[in-house]
């Protein structure tokens, strides 16, 4: 649908950036903060740790400046539970708790407003070591440690976000939790992290009245490769497997019913204890805020031993057998790192989950790593993040002028972190942190010209891209 006059972006909409706690903070063992599953995860052969990151931790004041300077009106990231709770369970961590209350008031001086992620991949290893998210007591001690943060913070932070990517969380389990896990298994864990969730938001209502809470996925529509009725049938599997699974329970409290006929056929289904689906229907979000880096094409599986389930990239699709097959979409450009770009299919994916689900959406991640270079002037050339983000953005307002409800929008990121996969010479942020995989350098923080672009677009409010 193409308009006339596009609809302006809301004069209240929250333009920001994200990071998380792991890849940016560093301070990995400082002022009393426990291991988490990050900290012996094995790390691919020639990239760093996540032990020094982007030394946030001690930089923060600086980091939030540069977050002022660029116009922010909001910064999302996440807390660290090993800081708070440095064992999951048990003491509070006074320090920890000292750390983000500063850190709150930093962003609130400079009338950024805080959006706040409570759990980014960062599970407590001592949780970790009984079990996990496998062992129902984690639920409760997600709840608790939710309670901490609601009554150290609440009375500043007024936009909450429960679980980030849980999804990835579970499609690429062995990736992200370090060590292999049994499909079984892995959906016994998410229905733990769904109940979980669904009590975070319970308590969150119940304790902040006027704050708002919402779940954190990775969202990208599936295309069928083709107009054959397989091909079609394959990308509603994997729709319905990949998202709608998470966001059926988050809004509704219900399973998906292809999602949940897909782990009957196969024996995934978990165990659902006396009390559990009156708790999620009972966990009731106020938004939905989703992570999107490009849509994903499937084709019917052919059963010929080629449909494997697990890349260990969230964003390259392979399949599994009898229910999609992984297919390039042709009419796409890719990043360096195997990606596919498609801003078209950020507009689909927006006015797919507004017309699912009709809450306010904001987008927590969307972003371009690549291999930024810094010149022998100091200078950082990014245009091909700008052209990225810009065509992104455009599709946000042709998406608002499809009537969705779209709030905020924070890219990934704010400044450059640690990668997931491919540790900080990955870079995505708008503010380049010198050093590289093993020689810390001196950490200086400079300017990206994509700083300036993203400072004139918060500016002019989306209307100068």
Not at 292 to 321: F, H, M, P, R, W
Request: charged share 25%; net charge negative; aromatic share 14%.
């Amino acid at each position: 649908m193409k308009y006339t006059d596009l609809k302006k972006f809301p004069t209240n909409f929250l333009w920001g950036a994200s990071t998380s706690a792991y890849q940016v903070e560093g301070a990995w063992n400082t002022d009393g903060k426990g291991p988490s599953v990050i900290d012996i995860k094995r790390i691919p052969e020639g990239t760093t740790d996540y032990k020094v990151a982007s030394d946030h931790y001690n930089r923060y004041k600086e980091d939030v400046a540069l977050m002022a300077e660029m116009g922010f009106k909001t910064y999302r990231f996440s807390i660290a539970w090993t800081r708070i709770f440095p064992n999951g369970t048990g003491e509070v961590n006074k320090k920890g708790i000292e750390f983000y209350s500063n850190l709150i008031d930093e962003l609130l001086k400079y009338n950024i407003e805080p959006l706040v992620t409570m759990y980014h991949f960062d599970l407590p290893l001592a949780l970790h070591e009984r079990g996990g998210w496998g062992n129902r007591e984690t639920v409760d001690a997600f709840e608790q440690y939710a309670k901490v943060l609601f009554e150290h913070f609440g009375d500043r932070v007024k936009y909450w976000l429960t679980i980030n990517e849980q999804n990835m969380m579970i499609l690429h389990g062995s990736a992200i939790l370090g060590r292999e896990a049994s499909k079984k298994e892995l959906y016994q864990q998410n229905h733990h992290m769904l109940v979980a969730q669904a009590k975070a938001m319970v308590l969150c209502h119940q304790m902040l009245p006027n704050a708002k809470i919402g779940p954190a996925p990775n969202i990208a529509y599936i295309y069928p490769a083709s107009s054959k009725p397989e091909d079609v049938l394959a990308a509603n599997n994997f729709n319905a497997i990949r998202n709608w699974l998470y966001l059926d329970m988050a809004v509704f409290g219900r399973y998906n019913h292809v999602a949940w006929s897909y782990m009957e056929e196969h024996g995934y289904t978990p165990t659902i204890e006396d009390g559990d689906m009156e708790i999620l229907k009972n966990g009731k979000p106020d938004y939905i805020a989703f992570n999107y880096y490009s849509s994903k094409t499937v084709e019917a599986s052919k059963g010929d031993g080629n449909d494997l389930n697990n890349t260990g990239d969230q964003e390259i699709v392979i399949g599994e057998a009898g229910v999609y097959k992984g297919h390039t979409n042709e009419h796409l450009e890719k990043t360096e790192f195997g990606w596919e770009i498609d801003p078209t299919g950020f507009r689909i994916t927006l006015r797919e989950i507004y017309s699912r689900y009709n809450l306010p959406l904001i987008i927590t991640e969307n972003g371009l790593g690549a291999f930024d270079e810094l010149e022998n002037d100091g200078t950082v050339h990014d245009p091909y993040r700008i052209e990225y983000l810009g065509k992104h953005i455009e599709q946000i307002q042709l998406a608002i002028s499809d009537g969705v409800d779209v709030f905020g929008y924070c890219p990934w990121s704010a400044i450059d972190l640690v990668s997931t996969h491919q540790g900080c010479k990955k870079r995505y942020g708008f503010i380049f942190v010198n050093r590289d995989e093993f020689d810390l350098m001196d950490l200086k923080r400079i300017r990206k010209d994509s700083f300036y672009w993203y400072q004139n677009v918060i500016k002019t409010n989306g209307e100068q891209l």
